[in-house]
């Protein structure tokens, strides 16, 4: 809760174990999720959101100034291990797992076919009532919720559209990022990576492969 809070989702009363895995009384906002997330992109800084960049009178004096202050709420390296994992979601099915991710098939491109690097989320409520989807490059971070809104009683969302909230991220962040050329998130020298092999959880070793 106090991470939350720090990421501007203030829940002081929510402190029940459920929320661990979302589950949350009061719900969230695509606004709040977009802006939580920003944080792993933004090196762990966090800013408020806002909607204008500044406003000026008829001479020109800036009457609101909106540019972005920055907090800092994990650390630097903290952040890139996240950027790492949430890769892990957008990626195909390779060799070492057979599996693909929750949201393969949907990384992100410019226009001449070059990859952007891209991580993402996807979340459904019981029953498949909520699907969600926060997904983010080094440039932009995106989010979106599909369902209906079930005020006189629980509608499940189809299975044909269980992937719709990432379709829909998909379409847009494609266009967005259609004139930028591909980029990675920042790694800072002081995180040490390893292979690890997948069959054991230790270090590999030359006879892991086997």
Known sequence: LDYLKKVGIDRPTENYVSIALGGFNQGMSPLLMASAYSVFANNGQYSDPLCYT????????????????????????????????????MTPANSAFGQGGTASGFQIKNS??????????????????????????P???????????????????????YMNSVRIWFDVMSKVHADLEPKDFYMPPTVV?????????????????D
Request: net charge positive.
């Open 112 to 137: 001449d076919g070059k990859l952007i690097t891209t991580c993402g989320k996807t979340g459904t409520a019981d029953g498949n009532r909520d699907k969600w989807f926060v997904g983010y490059t």
């Open 54 to 89: 500044k406003v000026v009178d008829v001479t020109g004096n800036v009457i609101l100034d909106g540019a972005p202050k920055f907090y800092q709420v994990y650390r630097p390296e903290t952040a890139a291990i996240m950027n790492k994992l949430l890769v892990e979601p």
């Open 193 to 209: 990576t390893a292979k690890v092999c997948i069959s054991t959880g230790k270090l590999a070793t030359e006879y892991c492969k």
């Open 139 to 161: 440039y932009y971070v995106a989010a979106v919720w599909y369902g209906y809104d079930g005020r006189l009683k629980t509608i499940n969302i189809p299975k044909p559209d």
